[in-house]
């Protein structure tokens, strides 16, 4: 497929799974291997909605695991301008106010655009625009037990905050709209970032596809 302006059309990956299923150590393996080539990497939580416009009371009731905590209309429309080879202000979203940051960053389109985030299968429209769909696959006691090593050390968590959120929200949220969209994949990789054979098949897939999109 070509655009306007007679450039190949740019290699979309999707990368999903759930929190702490390893899915951002696949897209970074990923990255990493394809070192040399025009990559360019989006994450999906960039594009959780503006909720300046609410009380902070408010926006800390956020269900962050839900389809409708995403700005999806946004995201898929900047991923159509840097399928045309056009320049984007990618959101930033500020965690400690709940909301998305006044700032932005001019981002590039580049010949390989990795997608990272827990909905990124969920909704047809950007479905569509992917070449490559993958599903980061990893057992519910793994991805709690990296939520809560990962909640309580970076982000300065209690133990029961990061139990209570999990029970809540995320173990419901992802058998209701994550693990179903599993059925979309094109790949599924089980244990996440240990599984080198699945990153080395697909970094040697997109390779394939970078040296015909050159012919």
């Known amino acids: 497929m070509t655009v306007s302006n007679n450039k190949k059309k740019p290699i979309i990956i999707g990368v999903t799974g759930g929190s702490g299923s390893g899915k951002t150590t696949v897209s970074r393996a990923i990255f990493e291997q394809l070192k040399g080539h025009s990559l360019l990497m989006i994450e999906e939580d960039s594009y959780y909605n503006d909720q300046s416009n609410v009380s902070f009371e408010e926006r800390v009731k956020t269900n962050y695991d839900h389809p409708n905590a995403f700005d999806t209309d946004l995201l898929v429309s900047q991923i159509n301008e840097l399928l045309n ?19 932005t960053v001019t981002v590039e389109p580049k010949e390989v655009i ?6 990124v ?8 625009l992917m070449d490559i769909k993958i599903f980061v696959d990893t ?3 793994i991805r709690i037990i990296r939520r809560i090593q990962r909640d309580m050390e ?3 968590r209690s ?16 058998h209701q709209f994550i ?3 599993k059925r979309y994949a094109d790949i599924i990789v089980p244990e996440g970032g240990q599984n080198q ?3 080395d098949l697909l970094v040697t897939k997109v390779r394939d596809i970078l040296r015909n999109n050159k012919k």
């Open 85 to 103: 080879w056009k320049s984007i202000e990618k959101p930033i979203y500020d965690y400690k106010q709940h909301t998305r940051s006044q700032e």
């Open 114 to 119: 990795i997608l990272e985030g827990i909905m």
């Open 121 to 128: 299968l969920n909704d047809p429209r950007l479905r569509d």
């Open 139 to 141: 057992d519910d006691d």
């Open 154 to 156: 970076e982000r300065g």
């Open 159 to 174: 133990l029961q905050s990061v139990i209570d959120q999990y029970l809540a929200t995320v173990k419901p949220m992802y």
């Open 179 to 181: 693990e179903p969209t």
């Open 197 to 199: 054979v699945a990153i």
